[in-house]
């Protein structure tokens, strides 16, 4: 759907005569993704792409290839932000073996004056994307596997990223964004993986139940948070 959309915002700026106003549109409000598009299949010729369809949130848009691979970049792109793709690289690799659920395996991808990170693709559906209906039929399921993992970071001790510990306070290890970043298998109907680690870091438990539901009047409605902490308090109790 983004691509789509994209491309017609793209063509529609050729109506736009002056060319300092037609290349400023397409840098600051399509974040000249046609050329970060073209940079990326440049840089992977072995590629051998028949699809693309693009992702957009937060800071990053990104390109799905071939319901694969996704590549992922800065809206608008510069330098200084590479630390920050590093780090998220970091968390990743220091939780692959910890939590119970899938997440991306990044790779880091230089090229053209860009960096894009890289990792391979988890079918699925948003969680928040379901219809409330939906979310109560499955919220047992997924709010117990949403405390199995919570309680997995938060109670790890991963080898050298202790110095990601300075970013904020707190009492463990959370993903920070669970809300918008949980992938359903739409024919298993349950969690196959949390994506998006960008805000990944320390903080406060308490937080991480908060951002279960944060963005989504539907999780709200359908109580999966009370249920998440009764999880959660089963497994602390289970491990005392």
């Known amino acids: 759907m983004w691509k789509t959309f994209f491309d017609f915002c793209y063509f529609w700026s050729y109506f736009i005569l002056n060319k300092k106003w037609r290349d400023n549109y397409r840098v600051n409000v ?15 010729p072995d590629m051998k792409i028949k699809s693309v369809r693009m992702i957009k949130g937060g800071w990053n848009i990104g390109f799905i290839i071939n319901n694969k691979y996704v590549f992922k970049i800065r809206k608008k792109f510069d330098e200084t932000r590479v630390p920050k793709i590093i780090k998220e690289k970091r968390m990743t690799d220091a939780f692959q073996d910890i939590v119970p659920l899938s997440i991306p395996k990044i790779e880091i991808v230089k090229s053209g004056g860009y960096t894009f990170y890289r990792y391979n693709f988890i079918p699925g559906h948003n969680m928040n994307a379901f219809s409330l209906h939906t979310i109560m039929r499955h919220r047992d399921v997924w709010a117990k596997q949403l405390a199995e993992f919570i309680f997995a970071m938060h109670h790890s001790n991963p080898v050298g990223i202790d110095d990601l510990k300075t970013d904020r306070q707190g009492d463990g290890w959370h993903h920070n964004d669970i809300c918008n970043n949980t992938v359903v298998d739409t024919k298993t109907m349950k969690i196959s993986g949390i994506i998006d680690w960008e805000y990944s870091g320390w903080n406060f438990l308490e937080t991480e139940f908060m951002n279960c539901t944060l963005f989504s009047s539907k999780l709200r409605k359908s109580g999966i948070d009370q249920l998440i902490r009764a999880e959660y308090k089963k497994l602390e109790e289970a491990h005392k």
């Open 30 to 44: 399509l974040f000249d993704y046609r050329h970060k598009l073209k940079v990326l299949c440049e840089s992977c």
